[in-house]
């Protein structure tokens, strides 16, 4: 009976000291694109981690690798940190859309679509 009281006063204590600690909260932001993508860098761990599924500092050395190894660079529109963000999403959720902090994003018109490409 001594060891089973035991356990349950270590499993109090556990508890008791996750509750306690400051709490940060989450899925508050409104911004997208870059901005959206800067609050996450710089805010809660745990949202960036499982936006992006890694870590930040990983995901700032596989930024920094792709520019030395891959070429990766800014576009017009987009930062190289903002394209690597999006590919992590996109590969993260397996989805092609609608990606948390983008509002829409509109399909090129001069771009061909894959139909087109491979009826050709």
Known sequence: MGAMSS????AAIAMTAGMSQDKVPMHTSILTGRGWLEE????HHSRFHRSM???RHVFK???HSLRLHCQLGPTKHLTDEEQVAIF???AKTGLG???PGVKELSPVASAPSMSSA???
Request: with cysteine; glycine share 14%; net charge neutral.
């Open 7 to 10: 356990s349950f006063a270590v």
């Open 40 to 43: 996450l860098l710089n805010g």
């Open 53 to 55: 599924g890694m870590e």
């Open 61 to 63: 050395k596989l930024v």
């Open 88 to 90: 992590l999403c996109i």
């Open 97 to 99: 859309g609608p990606w």
């Open 118 to 120: 491979i009826s050709s």
